[in-house]
């Protein structure tokens, strides 16, 4: 098993539970009801957060395993943990503004993309 | 390989198929156009029935596989179908009413959760 | 390992990818500011495009996976790459307009459901 690899999937699995409760409290501060999805900014960015974190869910789990057992169970929980921290640093930029959400946004995609570069790299050199 | 965990899994995949389809048959029943995702209140409880359902699959699968591999195909897969029964409950709720979505939803919620928790500690304690 | 289907679910992950990029390069054309998700019709079908695409991916990988371990790796990334191919049809019609975006959902769609159909097949049949 990937031990490393797993403990990084759950603790982003943790991260991304926390941006959805996120969702939750801004609708308690702002008195957007369910199920409307808009009608306050502070609201429209705790959502897009979360959202945001989800739409990369599947280009960041598969290819996080993709790399652990081609290349590495070390270097792909690394390279996750890189990937969660940029998550957070894009949390508490975009919540603070929309402005403020580049430098997060960008080390999670260097480190997602970063683990989707090797694995296809691996998968590639197999088959061919 | 697990196979009742793999059954739950396709199940469930099965269940959110569902919630997808049951959108598009709101958009018939309620009028709203695509690319339009509000306009309705039928329709946008529909539309986050199927939403609240793909938010969480992030966060039950991966911790249902993990959850299979450490501890148990057998236990994993019955804490499984208790998410999907959650989720079902939870679809008939929310269809009625915003206010009624909370016993289907606590029912996935504290499942998902478990199976979370379980794959957590199994990981550390192969870690530490 | 399953060489063909890695590689199939890496050039998913990269064609969603690409949706993801071609929703901010909508916003630029037509002026829709983060955090809104709506106010132009082609800003609109962008999203819609990454939405369909994001809420399909739960369908689509874990059946494929499954598929390639209990069948065939070879078969499972055959119909994987099917979908991928419904997908750009699906990108290019629904981009377009709404009304066409419906040969490319039914590629999708029936490779994505021959996945799971043979995946629940071989996991009932294990089972039982």
Not at 13 to 33: D, E, H, M, P, Q
Not at 90 to 111: N, W
Request: proline content about 4%; charged content about 10%.
């Amino acid at each position: 098993m990937y031990h490393l690899t797993a403990l990084v999937t759950l603790l982003a699995l943790a991260f991304y539970f926390f941006t959805c409760i996120n969702v939750s409290r801004s609708r308690t501060r702002t008195g957007v009801k369910v199920p409307a999805m808009s009608g306050h900014p502070d609201f429209e960015r705790a959502f897009r957060i979360q959202m945001n974190t989800l739409e990369w869910m599947p280009i960041f789990l598969p290819s996080l395993w993709l790399f652990a057992i081609y290349i590495s169970d070390a270097i792909a929980a690394g390279i996750g943990a890189v990937w969660i921290v940029g998550r957070i640093v894009y949390f508490i930029g975009y919540s603070q503004a929309a402005a403020k959400r580049g430098p997060g946004f960008a080390i999670q995609a260097i480190a997602a993309i970063a683990l989707w570069a090797g694995a296809l790299w691996a998968a590639v050199s197999r088959v061919v």
